[in-house]
């Protein structure tokens, strides 16, 4: 084990602050890796302040973190992918069982037994859990490390590894391609992330937002249309005519006005979670055949996919690069929605620490 | 034009009762139908007391029946499906626009001109609405006209129309098969179609109910496990373990509670349309990409498929046949859930009327 320096929780009310936690010595099958960047995902304030107990209780130090990039630094001597030198990547998880139904048909981020990448237990016992990529390194097993094409930007890359496959995979997975009319519902680190995946499949993307003055900054980072949601008619014109809708919505909203959105077996899948069940009439998903459904991540096979369609389509988020001592300052804004539209930490200033 | 017997509702607070109507001579392309037996289904009931004021507000006189069998008295000279005699069967269409993208897939129950059997527009203007099945004979098209395999009993057939392919067809679009595990909630008309289909798939069938006492009569219907839903232990075995549900409930009740036992990508769909929005959990859905979705009728082409299906299955419904002169007993006995599983009005007795 080595000592590395990272931003820790004490607890469910303490700020994140400067902290010393252990990391395993790399195995035969894992990759050391410097970690330069680290995008910074709603999830990390709901986990390190206990937001979500009921499902996930939190374990303190926390070191949040699941939007990692970095520089491999040592490689066991089982790697067979990785290099010393090598950009990578690491999302939300770093293990899984490989042997349950959903690990064998390449969807490991289904399996029962996954370990997160913060906050999971720690199989290899170094902490009681996982540690996050607030942090100088990490060490993970090769088979969850992903390649990150070079010519993106790395700070700008970041997201891509939560924010990117989380928006990226329901759109595969429900057939969004050209010729297809697309919409995407809140335009913040998701949102974002899905108007750029939707227009480069071709498709037709249209922004639902709240708020008129992102109307711009829709349409230059993709969107053909934005529509003010608050604005029946305007919502009205376009009636049964989505094949694919994207929700990133995590606070309550009406999901019936963009269920009728839909066209016949239209689909509108949820990415954000909000906390208060969504009241859903049945009516509207019996008349069209429509359906309501939900996506986390991505496997790591698609993670993978996703950032190759990055690299040959020169694609990263939008980032406001911070250094890690403004992260409490970061939850706070993120909270007021107050960025454009990931932070990401550059994790050089953790050396001053 | 010619008059025939048939029970109407003269307004939203009226009884049904006996009354004569108008039906058009057959055209070229018409079948003129002497109706045998009429399936009794909760559609009926609600738009004869204008429950659906929303959605579809009732014209009186209204006569409902869309579960409708008779056998063919008189072809127009265009018809090339149908002769004199025959076993034929009309469900809850009629007539559509035959041009819209719907119709041109072959899915004229999304048709958005579609003529519904009773209550629609009446395009050849015999009256301002559509006449129902609750009538000695109706005249349609061709196109919307449905062979009986000879094998069925007529009686038992009539359900087909509408509580059949609502059940079918949901099952078919989301892949039901041998080794498919599948639940049936709620052991009413639509349900025990349900389980009838789901167990002739081959699919291991799971039905859901809160009357312990219909354990027995779900078995029979070829269920191969019961549950009662308000057992929460007996629910929490079933925990992600299903392919596909089949939820045909209109009333209240907690979906989340069935979204959990579905496996990833598992799909539940309602045919059931519970007046109230259903409180859908976020969480449920994205956990295993899991989707909720709905499903109308379908359409003429599977409808047929569905008939000579249940041919092949020798599956009908499980009826109990009443004189029309009942009908109103059986909509306050079909509120009461009195029925198994669906009343079927043996037409011969409006000669009496």
Known sequence: MYKAKAYSAASATSPLAADTIQRRNPTDRD?????LFCGVCHSDLHYSRDEWHAIMPAVYPCVPGHEIVGRVTNVGSGVTKFKQGDRVGVGCLVDSDHTCPNCRAGLEQ???NQVLTYGSPDRHKTAAVTYGGYSESVVVDEGFVLHIPANLNLSAAAPLLCAGITTYSPMRHWGVTEGKKVGVVGLGGLGHMGVKFAHA???HTVVFTTSPNKKDDALRLGADE???SRNADEMQK?????????????????????INLLTRDGNITLVGAP???LPVSAFGLIMGRRSLSGSPIGSIAETQEMLNFCGEHNITSDVEVIPIQKINE????MIKQDVKYRFSIDMASLKSE
């Open 330 to 333: 970061a939850y706070a804004r």
């Open 110 to 112: 289904f399996c029962p």
């Open 226 to 228: 934005v529509v003010v």
């Open 31 to 35: 990759v050391q890796i410097e970690i």
């Open 201 to 203: 499949f071709g498709a």
């Open 275 to 277: 906390d208060k069940p």
């Open 238 to 258: 376009h009636a049964g005519s989505f094949d694919f809708i994207l929700d990133c919505v995590a606070a309550e909203h009406d999901i019936n006005a963009y």
